[in-house]
């Protein structure tokens, strides 16, 4: 019984630590719309390739910002990978920049659209990977294209 009771208070504890990481939602949604905006602001830079050197930096310190915020220890160099295929994306934008104004508008938006959804896959990945190490589960990242897209529509 002594034990019962135990394992009762101890899965109490844990569902409250599920229920704290979730709230972490709304802080974690204000880092990814503020790296949104400045990569949105930093895309207007009227040079092709040159907003590449201020987005890069905003996208890593979100995600990494974002990791920290879920107690996982993510490094810039884990994330490399994951930025340089968003980057790819953008550089193959940013030569959008030679059509006045709305090459810049075009590539603004793309920034942030980018930089958004993976904002928001890396907040839910985040979420996931924190709840399963609390539980003790096996931690599963579903990397599948399919999953990662609802992130950008």
Known sequence: ???????????????????????????????????????????????????????????IAMVVKLASMYDLGITKE??????????????ATSLL????????????TVAGTITGGNGMYCMSVFEEVAIAKLSGEEIKINLKISEIKKYFR
Not at 26 to 40: E, G, L, Y
Not at 78 to 91: K, N, S, T, V
Not at 100 to 106: M, R, V
């Open 1 to 59: 019984m002594v034990q019962k009771l135990g394992l009762e208070k101890e899965s109490e504890k844990i569902k409250k630590l599920i229920e704290k990481i979730k709230d972490k939602k709304t802080n974690a949604k204000k880092i990814v719309t503020a790296a949104t905006v400045s990569a949105s602001a930093a895309a207007i830079v009227t040079i092709p390739l040159a907003g590449i050197a201020v987005i890069t930096p905003i996208q």
């Open 78 to 91: 884990a994330i490399a990978p994951f930025i340089a295929a968003a980057l790819g994306r953008q550089a």
């Open 97 to 108: 920049h030679i059509i006045p104004f709305w090459g810049q508008a075009i590539n603004a």
